[in-house]
């Protein structure tokens, strides 16, 4: 008979504080699976671009498909790896536009944007680590589509050094919001009004 691992009051209140930050209008929260593998413990939630935002990208094409997961692992035995009993996972995957793609510093630019939103949100952490790709796809033939799309993926970790979970995910928040092009709360977007 399989065992039923029953989650500690630490991991459950880090979980409660996750929950407890909502994402801007702009985006959605999607039930995701929690990896079973990484750690006794782990909690995951996922966000999407809202029905009928608008975004600098997402004017460029209609099907623009941003999304965003954020995990965590509690594992009561620390792991040297970690350096810590907690870990944050997170992964992006953003649309961009041609002439972002082609910039040389778009990996160096994106790493920028996790750093950026941790410090941001005074989420505190340490053992950072991960990487940015850049994805570029052409359509050949009769498959229907723009004949270029280009993404930009984030996949990091790092583990908190404080219990303030929910900074962990404003930052994710702050992170999603800034690859998808949305200025920051109260912050409008400069547009051509002649167009």
Known sequence: M??????PPIFRQAVDALRAVQPRPELRLVDIAAPRRLAPH?????????????????????????????????DPDARDAWAGTFRMVCYLR??????????????????SWLTDALDGAY????ALGGTVTRTCSARFGDIPGPTRSDDVELRASWTPTDSEFGRHAEA????????????????????????
Do not use: C, K, N
Not at 174 to 190: D, F, K, Q, Y
């Open 42 to 74: 782990s909690f995951a939630l996922g966000v999407e671009l809202a029905d009928d935002v608008h975004t600098p990208v997402s004017s460029l094409d209609a099907d623009v498909d941003a999304t965003g997961r954020l995990v965590l692992l509690y």
């Open 172 to 195: 994710f928040y702050r992170l999603v919001t800034h690859a998808i092009g949305l200025p920051e709360v109260g912050v409008s977007l400069m547009t051509d009004r002649h167009s």
């Open 94 to 111: 953003a649309p961009l536009d041609v002439e972002q793609a082609d910039d040389p510093l778009l990996l160096a630019v994106g790493w």
């Open 123 to 126: 989420a505190s952490y340490t």
């Open 2 to 7: 399989p065992s039923i691992v029953v989650s």
